[in-house]
């Protein structure tokens, strides 16, 4: 079965440190990619997506995620943190089922950042 | 502002209760999902409904009975609840068709089960 692993549960910086989040995903065929984020008391949004081509992909507020096919990584970085950057962040995969599509979520990882 | 909206935000109810968690979305997306967000564990798919047709039912317990009347609301009956149900319920809505899609969440309902 698919599943997505994301590697700390907590993360704790200091602003202006860099961030990098680990995700894995066992799926061995096509997949779409995703990071979303849920800032305190409010809904998931989504941060940045992958489908093909450039496996560098830019997202907003100055988030990046590097797609590695050979390592089933898509971990999400950010060069220098900012204390509205606390939130917390989950890797998802898009992969095919009988009916379509779905979407597999990792258990999230959730970013202090300190002021 | 969303697209999406989750009725209550928050719901408390005994074991022997029933009630129903209502999520409208305003996107003119053609498919919507129930999923579970408990501490500390992955989002866990509940219901997948594609042009108001149930296509993935995740081993979901028959206490919870989901309902799409049609593309735009999504309901979720509750019945004869355990205290392990208690959890974050969100509704998402996306365009089927295109495996990119990323999903659009609302708010969530809070249920506590007493």
């Known amino acids: 079965a698919q599943s997505v692993s994301q590697h700390n549960h907590h993360v704790i910086l200091s602003e202006a440190a860099s961030l990098e989040l680990g995700c894995n995903y066992s799926y061995g065929g096509t997949v779409n990619l995703f990071w979303y984020v849920q800032y305190p008391g409010q809904h998931l949004q989504l941060l940045l997506k992958y489908f093909s081509g450039d496996p560098l992909v830019k997202g907003i507020k100055g988030f990046e995620a590097e797609f590695i096919k050979s390592k089933f990584s898509f971990n999400l970085r950010k060069p220098s943190v900012q204390w509205s950057d606390t939130a917390e962040y989950f890797c998802?995969?898009?992969?095919?089922?009988?009916?379509?599509?779905?979407?597999?979520f990792g258990a999230g990882t959730r970013l202090f950042v300190k002021a | 502002e969303t697209g999406v909206t989750q009725t209550p935000r928050h719901l408390v109810m005994g074991m022997t209760n029933k009630k129903s968690l209502k999520c409208e979305q305003h996107?003119?997306?053609?498919?919507m999902y129930w999923y579970k967000q408990s501490a500390k564990k992955p989002l866990e798919l509940m219901f997948v409904y594609s042009l108001e047709e149930r296509v993935e039912n995740n081993s979901v317990p028959s206490r919870f009975s989901p309902e799409c009347p049609n593309s735009s609301h999504l309901f979720l009956h509750l019945h004869t609840l355990q205290p392990e149900d208690s959890a974050l319920y969100l509704c998402?809505?996306?365009?089927?068709?295109?495996?990119?899609?990323?999903?659009?969440f609302g708010n969530g309902t809070r249920l506590t089960v007493t």
């Open positions: 996107l003119g997306h053609n498919a």
């Open positions: 998402a809505s996306s365009q089927e068709g295109s495996s990119g899609s990323p999903l659009h």
């Open positions: 998802a995969v898009n992969a095919p089922y009988t009916g379509g599509f779905k979407t597999i």
